[in-house]
């Protein structure tokens, strides 16, 4: 006989020794308020444009994106039922009313397709009711699925690509036309590569000066492990909270050990590998080698294990770094000032590729990142305007608008801060809780603020809105 049932059971696409599909239902509800399902429908597909073009049999459908997807649920409501409680009926039959009318998007949990953002229609819900029924009502609710208040493109992938390729054509162009224009300019050969040392050795001293903050150990080391195992000022996404944003790694190191090695070990050769570009670079004979490694320190610098924020101070730095001795013969001036211009439009190139890596914890913060490095690219841009060099500023221009772009996507998906005051200094387990009632975020109240002590937090802050 077993063998008779196993037999029907793989027939029938049924499993003898597995639960009751019915058991598998959740409990539907729409913000809270229980109901049962009679039946239920829903709507999907493809939302297209049909384009018909004469003498043509056939249309071209153009695909816009999935169309909104309906919920169609017919229920009812009982007296005191005995499967999902509920009480007295018109109770129960005002709060259902009451959270169809309230306002925004709420939770429904379909029995079958689970948890859902949905939004409610005008008549939405239609309740029915008749001397029959008895002491229920029967309903039918019709949902729309809501999403967030977001552009097209919800992740900035592709955005954050056509930044580090408009930075890599930004970089080759200024290699070119700056060694053109450079050639061009030089009327003694003697004269002008003294000038072009005199002027990279300003520079170059300041970035031995600057990548002790990229390539420190205990920076490198603190933007790579995360707050929540490692200490609250650690920043990184490995065992905890990455900065304010209260993002995790749910992948913690295996072997600490073997990680604090390697990112050491990382860090040192980044430190050598920036070292010897600069004394490449001061050792350099040709116009062409000194504006080509120019180009390889800056990006030595920008791909150095160092954070975010770390990397950007160093660029922004080396960005303003720009010698300013006096050249009394005009020529002499000219080159001086081309050499100028190749390392503030590389570094301020540099400089957009290292932010849009950043994981900023509100809108603000994005705000005021994406304000710093457009600030610091409009400096470039102005100066290769006002030199006339035309390929420079197009790739200049290329590149800001795709970080603006990569930028405002960003901003769209975090929430803003707001002020909280209070008339005590707290812990931040205590604030978490008032303010998200989730002790866990305790970590991003901190990071914010950058308090001395979690137990002493300040009577007055910025926070993130829930």
């Known amino acids: 006989m077993a063998i008779v049932t196993d037999a029907l059971s793989s027939l029938l696409g049924t499993d003898s020794g597995s639960s009751p599909w019915y058991q598998s239902l959740r409990q539907a509800s729409f913000r809270g308020v229980s109901f049962a399902v009679l039946a239920g429908e829903t709507s999907h597909g493809r939302r297209v444009a ?14 816009m994106g999935r169309g909104v997807r309906k919920i169609t649920v017919r229920g009812f409501i009982i007296q005191d039922s005995v499967v999902y409680g509920g009480g007295d009926v018109i ?6 009313i009451a959270a169809c009318e309230t306002k925004d998007a709420g939770t429904l949990i379909h029995p079958t397709l689970g948890e859902m953002t949905v939004s409610i229609p005008e008549n939405g819900l239609r309740i029915g009711e008749s001397l029959s029924s008895g002491r229920s009502f029967e309903f039918t609710l019709t949902c729309i699925e809501s999403g967030l208040k977001v552009f097209a493109v919800t992740t900035t992938t592709a955005s954050a690509t056509a930044v580090k390729t408009n930075y890599l054509k930004l970089a080759s162009t200024t290699v070119l036309s700056a060694t053109a224009r450079i050639k061009s300019e030089i009327r003694g050969v ?5 000038t072009i040392k005199n002027t990279i050795a300003f520079w170059s001293n300041t970035v031995e000066s600057t990548i002790s903050e990229v390539t420190n150990i205990g920076n490198t080391l603190k933007s790579t492990f995360g707050n929540t195992r490692y200490g609250r000022y650690s920043q990184g996404t490995t065992g905890g909270v990455s900065g304010a944003n209260g993002q995790t790694d749910a992948d913690d190191a295996s072997d600490p050990g073997a990680l604090v090695k390697q990112t050491m070990a990382r860090a040192i050769m980044d430190r050598q590998n920036i070292t010897a570009g600069v004394t490449s670079l001061n050792n350099s004979t040709t116009i062409d080698e000194f504006v080509q490694r120019v180009s390889d320190v800056v990006r030595s610098v920008l791909d150095a294990t160092g954070g975010v924020n770390e990397r950007l101070r160093a660029l922004e730095t080396l960005a303003n770094s720009l010698s300013t001795q006096y050249q009394q ?8 000032d081309s050499v100028n211009t190749v390392i503030l439009v590389l570094c301020s190139g540099a400089m957009v590729t290292a932010a849009v890596s950043a994981s900023p ?11 710093r490095v457009s600030a610091q690219l409009d400096l470039a841009l102005v100066k290769a305007a006002d030199r006339g060099d035309d390929d420079i500023y197009q790739a200049l221009l290329d590149l800001r608008e795709s970080f603006i772009t990569t930028m405002g996507t960003t901003s769209q998906g975090l929430v803003d801060l707001v002020e909280f005051s209070s008339g005590a200094s707290l ?5 978490a809780n008032r303010l998200y009632q989730d002790a866990g975020r305790a970590g991003e109240l901190i990071a914010g603020t950058s308090v001395p002590h979690p137990a002493f937090m300040p009577t007055k802050m910025k926070v993130l809105r829930k």
């Open 50 to 63: 049909v384009h018909e073009y004469p003498y043509r049999d056939t249309a071209w459908i153009e695909d």
């Open 91 to 96: 109770q129960q039959r005002l709060a259902l």
């Open 190 to 194: 003697t004269q002008g590569i003294k």
């Open 329 to 336: 013969a005009s020529a002499d001036q000219a080159v001086a």
């Open 361 to 371: 914890g509100s809108r603000d913060e994005a705000d005021a990142l994406t304000e």
């Open 427 to 431: 812990p931040a387990l205590t604030l």
